[in-house]
Nanobody, 116 residues
Framework: QVQLVGSGGGLVQAGESLRLSCAAS????????MGWYRQTPGKQRELVAT???????NYADSVKGRFTISRDNAKNTVYLQMNSLKHEDTAIYYC??????????WGQGTQVTVSS
């Protein structure tokens, strides 16, 4: 069983920064990608950023230039540095892992609230 434990969410003002962390544990087959999605009430979960084990990175257009994803492969941990936060970044952020068998795992979600 794979567990993803995220942390680092909170309440900040517009323009400030937050850093999210997510550590994977348990029986993990080789990891294909780790990353972050987010969701607001009434909307579908959307991609924020992912990074594959080959180093390929994908960002949502709305966060390019403001958010940076990084991984510590030795620790099975993924980070999301979020700068210049906007009110519209307010959401629950979910950590995500896909293994080489294309099995997806999700963290419990961490709330990020940006006051305008």
């Amino acid at each position: 069983q794979v567990q993803l434990v995220g942390s680092g969410g909170g309440l900040v003002q517009a323009g400030e920064s937050l850093r999210l962390s997510c550590a994977a544990s348990g029986t993990i087959s080789s990891i294909n990608a780790m990353g972050w999605y987010r969701q607001t009430p009434g909307k579908q979960r959307e991609l924020v950023a992912t990074k594959t084990s080959r180093g390929e990175i994908n960002y949502a257009d709305s966060v390019k230039g403001r958010f940076t994803i990084s991984r510590d492969n030795a620790k099975n941990t993924v980070y999301l540095q979020m700068n210049s936060l906007k009110h519209e970044d307010t959401a629950i952020y979910y950590c995500y892992l896909r293994d080489v068998w294309s099995r997806d795992y999700w963290g419990q979600g961490t709330q990020v609230t940006v006051s305008s």
